[in-house]
């Protein structure tokens, strides 16, 4: 049995960042010589250890400020750790930052040959991709343009096409490819997959679970800093869906503490089998203050992630919402969801009839579906196939 050599090590790292709250040199200039120290520390990562083999794609994943980006930085030798070390060996290609690299009075050409110029190549090596790298970027009528004429879309662009073209060992990319278009995310995708058959290195940091899910064959998990999970990417993405739920309930809304004209008191929902799919039922618990003549509850199913299965109005669904103050329950019923097994969120808001929301809670209440599936992803559907002469 051979083992893969270690591209990238990370040894018992933490980062430490120092927060100044004064907004200017002045401000700060002030405070030293009044003799007060307006700073605070936040440690970004807290003694972090992974070693990524060669030939694998691994999935950062978070909710915002868990340390991903920061820690995919430290592999890619931009920051450097507070205490504990990061090796790599290989060629390395970082696409990290939205123009990072670029000098934004050079045009695109000359961005391309300085930018090689920073990940290792020399000029000649530069002259025989440079076809290339124009042509994958789509941006050829631009690439005599100063950069600093380019729109978001176009930095990332040129920024992947250089990247992918300088035959890197370990490739770094962050959440900039959201920035492209639908068309060059897929030429991306499909980079990616030539790569991962090439046998290269891949460190992916992504919002999208569905992305993470299709590309990666490990996942780490941070929440604050902290590694919760380094493994299988399946079992990854279920620990990301728990830290999110972990993230909600310690933000719950105090819906009803603030004398509104209705809130939300409480949420139930609960998930049985039924037939190929789950019967999702949620129970909505509403305080009404100072009823009026209208009002609606609005119920949204929802990944952890935040990608919305479905949203339905009490009044749309059938229910009667009765006039009058007090406390009031309506009980919404999905039937045959065809959702994979995993745990799911339940968002809330009572509106008015102009779309103004009296209230809304996020993550509301969750529900979980536990059966067998053999889909990839959110939906189990019912699907054939068939070979055709």
């Given at each position: 049995?051979t083992?893969?050599?270690?591209?990238?090590?990370?040894?018992?790292?933490?980062?430490?960042?120092?927060?100044?709250?004064?907004?200017?040199?002045?401000?700060?200039?002030?405070?030293?010589?009044?003799?007060?120290?307006?700073s605070?520390?936040?440690?970004?990562?807290?003694?972090?250890?992974?070693?990524?083999?060669?030939?694998?794609?691994?999935?950062?994943?978070?909710?915002?400020?868990?340390?991903?980006?920061?820690?995919?930085?430290?592999?890619g030798?931009?920051?450097?750790?507070?205490?504990?070390?990061?090796?790599?060996?290989?060629?390395?290609?970082?696409?990290?930052?939205?123009?990072?690299g670029?000098?934004?009075?050079?045009?695109?050409?000359?961005?391309?040959?300085?930018?090689?110029?920073?990940?290792?190549?020399?000029?000649?090596?530069?002259?025989?991709?440079?076809d290339?790298?124009i042509?994958?970027?789509?941006?050829?009528?631009?690439?005599?343009t100063q950069?600093?004429?380019?729109?978001?879309?176009?930095?990332?662009?040129?920024?992947?096409?250089?990247?992918?073209?300088?035959?890197?060992?370990?490739?770094?990319?962050?959440?900039?490819?959201?920035?492209?278009?639908?068309?060059?995310?897929?030429?991306?995708?499909?980079?990616?997959?030539?790569?991962?058959?090439?046998?290269?290195?891949?460190?992916?940091?992504?919002?999208?679970?569905?992305?993470?899910?299709?590309?990666?064959?490990?996942?780490?998990?941070?929440?604050?800093?902290v590694?919760r999970?380094?493994?299988?990417?399946?079992?990854?993405?279920?620990?990301?869906?728990?830290?999110?739920?972990?993230?909600?309930?310690?933000?719950?809304?105090?819906?009803?503490?603030?004398?509104?004209?209705?809130?939300?008191?409480?949420?139930?929902?609960?998930?049985k089998?039924?037939?190929?799919?789950?019967?999702?039922?949620v129970?909505?618990?509403?305080?009404?203050?100072?009823?009026?003549?209208?009002?609606?509850?609005?119920?949204?199913?929802?990944?952890?992630?935040?990608?919305?299965?479905?949203?339905?109005?009490?009044?749309?669904?059938?229910?009667?919402?009765?006039?009058?103050?007090?406390?009031?329950?309506?009980?919404?019923?999905?039937?045959?969801?065809?959702?994979?097994?995993?745990?799911?969120?339940?968002?809330?808001?009572?509106?008015?009839?102009?779309?103004?929301?009296?209230?809304?809670?996020?993550?509301?209440?969750?529900?979980?579906?536990?059966?067998?599936?053999?889909?990839?992803?959110?939906?189990?559907l019912?699907?054939?196939?068939?070979?055709?002469?």
């Amino acid at each position: 049995m051979t083992t893969a050599p270690i591209i990238a090590s990370v040894r018992d790292v933490s980062k430490r960042f120092v927060l100044h709250p004064e907004k200017s040199l002045k401000e700060r200039a002030f405070s030293l010589v009044r003799g007060r120290r307006n700073s605070s520390e936040f440690w970004a990562l807290k003694d972090i250890s992974l070693e990524i083999e060669a030939g694998t794609t691994v999935g950062l994943v978070g909710h915002n400020g868990s340390g991903k980006s920061t820690l995919l930085k430290i592999v890619g030798g931009i920051l450097e750790p507070t205490s504990g070390e990061a090796l790599r060996r290989g060629r390395l290609a970082a696409l990290l930052e939205l123009g990072a690299g670029f000098h934004p009075d050079l045009t695109g050409r000359e961005n391309i040959y300085l930018n090689a110029a920073i990940l290792g190549l020399s000029r000649k090596e530069t002259d025989k991709y440079l076809d290339a790298i124009i042509d994958f970027s789509g941006i050829e009528q631009f690439i005599d343009t100063q950069v600093k004429f380019y729109s978001s879309g176009m930095h990332v662009r040129l920024g992947f096409a250089v990247a992918v073209h300088v035959d890197p060992d370990l490739l770094l990319v962050d959440e900039v490819l959201a920035v492209g278009d639908e068309p060059f995310q897929r030429k991306c995708m499909d980079k990616i997959a030539e790569f991962q058959r090439d046998g290269r290195t891949i460190v992916l940091v992504s919002h999208s679970a569905e992305q993470v899910g299709s590309l990666c064959d490990r996942v780490v998990v941070l929440k604050q800093g902290v590694m919760r999970y380094d493994g299988e990417a399946e079992k990854g993405l279920r620990v990301l869906r728990e830290t999110y739920i972990e993230r909600a309930q310690d933000t719950t809304s105090d819906a009803g503490a603030r004398g509104r004209i209705y809130s939300v008191n409480h949420v139930d929902a609960v998930a049985k089998a039924q037939g190929d799919g789950s019967r999702v039922t949620v129970d909505v618990v509403v305080d009404a203050h100072d009823p009026q003549p209208e009002w609606d509850v609005t119920v949204s199913l929802m990944t952890p992630s935040g990608v919305r299965l479905t949203s339905v109005g009490a009044k749309e669904a059938g229910a009667t919402l009765p006039p009058g103050a007090g406390t009031h329950t309506i009980e919404f019923d999905f039937h045959n969801v065809p959702l994979t097994s995993g745990t799911y969120v339940v968002n809330v808001s009572i509106d008015a009839p102009d779309g103004f929301m009296w209230d809304a809670v996020g993550s509301a209440a969750t529900f979980t579906v536990d059966r067998e599936t053999t889909a990839g992803g959110i939906l189990q559907l019912d699907a054939s196939a068939q070979y055709r002469v």
